[in-house]
Nanobody, 126 residues
Framework: QVQLVESGGGLVQAGGSLRLSCAAS????????MGWFRQAPGKEREFVAG??????????DYADSVKGRFTISRDNAKNTVYLQMNSLKPEDTAVYYC?????????????????WGQGTQVTVSS
């Protein structure tokens, strides 16, 4: 019964920054895959960023649309995953969801994640 709660969303002007947090309760997700997805109005849910574990380190993966602007990180001691979003664009406007898998790798496929938050709204104005 893992629960994920997102926070940190809001309204920001283009070029601004936000940091999303996703706090987990019920069970720790140390060494589990984690990811961020988003869904804009009228569009399908899409992969944003993900992290996996291997060879003693974390490997991060980013969608091309956010590469160089967003950074995924995690604090296992706090059971929290973060998404730092810089240089925000209007097209980043969406509901952002955090997700955690039950293994060390889940990739970009949303079906491979086991636990999901309820989402937090990010709105970027022109």
């Amino acid at each position: 019964q893992v629960q994920l709660v997102e926070s940190g969303g809001g309204l920001v002007q283009a070029g601004g920054s936000l940091r999303l947090s996703c706090a987990a309760s019920g069970r720790t997700f140390s060494y589990y895959a984690m990811g961020w997805f988003r869904q804009a109005p009228g569009k399908e849910r899409e992969f944003v960023a993900g992290a996996s574990w291997g060879l003693g380190r974390m490997y991060a993966d980013y969608a091309d649309s956010v590469k160089g602007r967003f950074t995924i990180s995690r604090d296992n001691a706090k059971n929290t995953v973060y998404l730092q979003m810089n240089s925000l664009k209007p097209e980043d406007t969406a509901v952002y969801y955090c997700a955690v898998g039950s293994t060390n790798y889940s990739g970009r496929d949303s079906s491979r994640y086991d636990y999901w938050g309820q989402g937090t709204q990010v709105t970027v104005s022109s």
